[in-house]
């Protein structure tokens, strides 16, 4: 059984940081491109961050785009996401997802529809 399982989130003030990291089993995703998405309450779930399968290209969405930083560990089959300078608006579910479909790809992918293996989520919260 395949499962992406996300770790590390919790209530930060903000301005403060916190590292997400998904730890994946039961098949490698080393050559797979993988992404963190996240989900506020009432609102739909958005792109954060994609890293290729080498780690040599990553893409970030403009919300998060100098405070947030994705990477991976192919030996240990684990993608993380640094976030720094947390503010409000941060809050969310964040959700670790992999395109087991496509190998070797060195490029990242926005849309859900791209990821086809989730995880069940780690909610993130930040107070002002």
């Known amino acids: 059984q395949v499962q992406l399982v996300e770790s590390g989130g919790g209530l930060v003030q903000a301005g403060g940081s916190l590292r997400l990291a998904c730890a994946a089993s039961?098949?490698?995703?080393?050559?797979?491109?993988m992404g963190w998405f996240r989900q506020a309450p009432g609102k739909e779930r958005e792109f954060v961050a994609g890293?290729?399968?080498?780690?040599?290209?990553?893409t970030y969405a403009e919300s998060v785009e100098g405070r947030f930083t994705i990477s991976r560990d192919n030996a240990k089959n684990a993608v993380y996401l640094q976030m720094n300078s947390l503010k409000p608006e941060d809050t969310a579910v964040y959700y670790c997802?992999?395109?087991?479909?496509?190998?070797?790809?060195?490029?990242?992918?926005?849309?859900?529809?791209?990821?086809?293996?989730w995880g069940q989520g780690t909610q993130v919260t930040v107070s002002s």
């Open positions: 890293i290729s399968f080498s780690g040599r290209r990553t």
């Open positions: 039961g098949r490698t995703f080393s050559t797979n491109t």
């Open positions: 997802a992999a395109d087991g479909n496509r190998a070797y790809v060195e490029g990242t992918y926005q849309y859900e529809s791209d990821y086809n293996y």
